[in-house]
């Protein structure tokens, strides 16, 4: 089985009912969370194309560090059903995974989502990665702020993670930057798409 982490140098829009404190699923056209420039918001259909195209320009890296997201999205037709799955997990509150978008240009920079989420103890982890023709911008880092503020204060929960390979340094900086302390070592805690187990490091904020 093949597991998939945090930092790569990743979605769906959801709301918090505060009085009831219950996640739900928002259908709405409107964003998730804006900043600067940039919206993360959630998968629809009509992004089939330009997601297909955002994953298979940074296939090399997706393969290496998201070995399922590259797995499942290797044609458009995919890519497609990819949606629907996605669309389907965030109503159902047990992964909300989403783009980040470039609004002016309308054009797709990154990719994060939200997972591993225990609504019980209130932890969960998030992934992302970049466009290459979009590194060193600050944009996943202002990202990475963005969800982590809305993970705390909309979400309700206590504790996030990311996951990264140890070599990854400009992930690990992300991570650091946004006050995330690493965690721990976890030993074969990555399997890539050959079968290969490497170690990972795990890096937590809580609220």
Not at 20 to 28: E, M, V
Not at 167 to 196: P, Q, Y
Request: contains cysteine; proline residues 1%.
């Amino acid at each position: 089985m093949f597991r998939q982490f945090g930092g790569t140098v990743s979605v769906d829009s959801f709301t918090s009912a505060a009085a009831a404190g219950d996640i739900q699923y928002a259908s709405l056209k409107t964003a998730m969370i804006e900043f600067d420039e940039y919206t993360i918001r959630k998968l629809e259909t009509k992004d089939v194309s330009r997601l297909f195209d955002l994953i298979d320009s940074n296939r090399d890296r997706l393969t290496a560090y998201l070995p399922i997201t590259a797995r499942e999205n290797e044609s458009v037709e995919m890519t497609r059903s990819y949606i629907d799955r996605k669309t389907n997990e965030a109503r159902q509150r047990t992964v909300f995974t989403c783009v980040i978008e470039d609004q002016p240009k309308q054009a797709f920079v990154g990719f994060m989502v939200i997972k591993n989420i225990d609504w019980h103890t209130g932890d969960c982890e998030i992934g992302y990665f970049i466009d290459r023709r979009h590194e060193s911008l600050g944009i996943i880092s202002l990202a990475v702020k963005a969800v982590t503020e809305h993970c705390f204060s909309k979400l309700r929960l206590n504790k996030i993670s990311i996951v990264t390979a140890p070599e990854n340094i400009g992930s690990i900086r992300i991570a650091e930057k946004n006050g995330f302390l690493k965690a721990a070592r976890v030993e074969d805690g990555h399997t890539d798409l050959d079968g290969n187990k490497h170690d990972v490091f795990r890096y937590e904020l809580r609220k």
